[in-house]
């Protein structure tokens, strides 16, 4: 009987991925005739200022951002399909981050986070495949390469490094060999922009992402009413999503309980650096995104209760109020 609940006719439709497409793309229209075009999203310390800013028209921005989540959207199918982390070839996933990003017209545009958010699931990618290797240090490597590209456009992004040695020690593969592969690969983009740096006589250029990363702003309760409604409703999607991950956490094998569980380590991390730096929100947001989005497809492609059919049927009534209520925030 459950085969016939909506929850389940949507998470498994051949159709749910494109219609979400479809709906996102409305979204992104809509979203660009009512509200005029701002910098929320732009960083003006960073390395974005100096390499990532192409003065681009208004149509040609929100394209690149748009296009920049699809991709995102596509890694993540490959990333379940790889390491098995929903049990089914699934892109329930996808379809929730492209809705999820959809509902938060602010983050239409390029900027840093977009680009940050790539190289970052890349890094989550061979975090994943380092699991239990005996040697693990090409992986590890590979993983904090990208971690310090993402870094020299959104500094920020190094505060993560830590989370992710959390995740390779509970995955046995950090080992004092692939540790200091890792401090290789994170430092390795940093030697090309010092010999960049140093052969223009720019040294500054080469002290900015360090200088952003050690300016933190005073700790205060400052979020934008879009801000706030965001992440109010991912913490409910991720509380849910977590709950269901650790009360029926013995269907999964153990290594994809391990994945779930740094995914659960990492959203949670996330949650406490946007409380700390309401300032870094739209940034984290992206971050946050690809992690609930992957907990919240497991939830809704592995349940078929009463219960879970009525949650997921709330979460899109829901989705669909934030997207309103962001655009009026906005307007």
């Not at 990532?52 to 690149?64: C, E, K, N, T, V």
């Not at 509380?239 to 956490?249: F, N, P, T």
């Not at 990492?266 to 992206?286: E, G, K, N």
């Not at 049927?313 to 989705?319: D, F, G, N, Q, R």
């Amino acid at each position: 009987m459950y085969n016939r609940r909506f929850q389940n006719k949507v998470t498994a439709g051949h159709f749910t991925l494109p219609v979400a497409i479809f709906i996102s793309l409305f979204c992104w229209a809509l979203a660009a005739l009512l509200l005029p075009e701002d910098s929320t999203g732009r960083s003006i310390a960073s390395l974005w200022s100096t390499f990532g800013h192409f003065d681009l028209p208004a149509w040609a921005d929100r394209l690149s951002s748009f296009l920049l989540y699809v991709v995102i959207g596509y890694f993540l199918i490959e990333l379940n399909n790889t390491f098995a982390i929903i049990r089914l070839r699934a892109s329930v996933q996808t379809t929730l981050y492209i809705l999820l990003i959809s509902a938060c017209p602010s983050m239409h545009l390029l900027y840093a986070g977009d680009v940050a958010a790539v190289l970052f699931l890349i890094a989550l990618f061979f975090l994943f495949r380092s699991y239990q290797k005996p040697h693990a240090s090409a992986d590890l490597f590979h993983c904090f390469v990208f971690i310090g590209l993402g870094s020299l456009l959104w500094p920020q992004l190094t505060l993560f490094a830590p989370v992710f040695w959390i995740g390779a020690r509970n995955f046995r593969s950090l080992h004092l060999k692939s540790f200091f592969a890792s401090l290789v690969g994170w430092s390795l983009p940093y030697w090309f922009l010092l010999g960049h740096a140093f052969y223009h006589g720019d040294m500054p250029l080469f002290y900015r992402p360090f200088q952003e990363l050690a300016t933190f702003q005073p700790i205060r309760f400052d979020f934008q009413p879009w801000e706030l409604a965001t992440v109010g409703y991912l913490f409910i999607l991720f509380s849910v999503s977590a709950g269901h991950c650790l009360a029926m956490g013995y269907e999964d094998k153990i290594r994809t309980r391990s994945y779930l569980n740094f995914l659960l380590l990492l959203c949670f991390c996330t949650f406490v650096y946007i409380v700390l730096q309401p300032s870094q929100c739209v940034h984290l947001l992206s971050l946050l995104l690809i992690g609930t989005s992957i907990l919240a497809g497991h939830l809704f492609a592995l349940t078929h209760s009463r219960s879970s059919n009525i949650f997921f049927t709330c979460s899109l009534v829901l989705l669909f109020l934030l997207f309103i209520f962001n655009v009026w925030t906005l307007l």
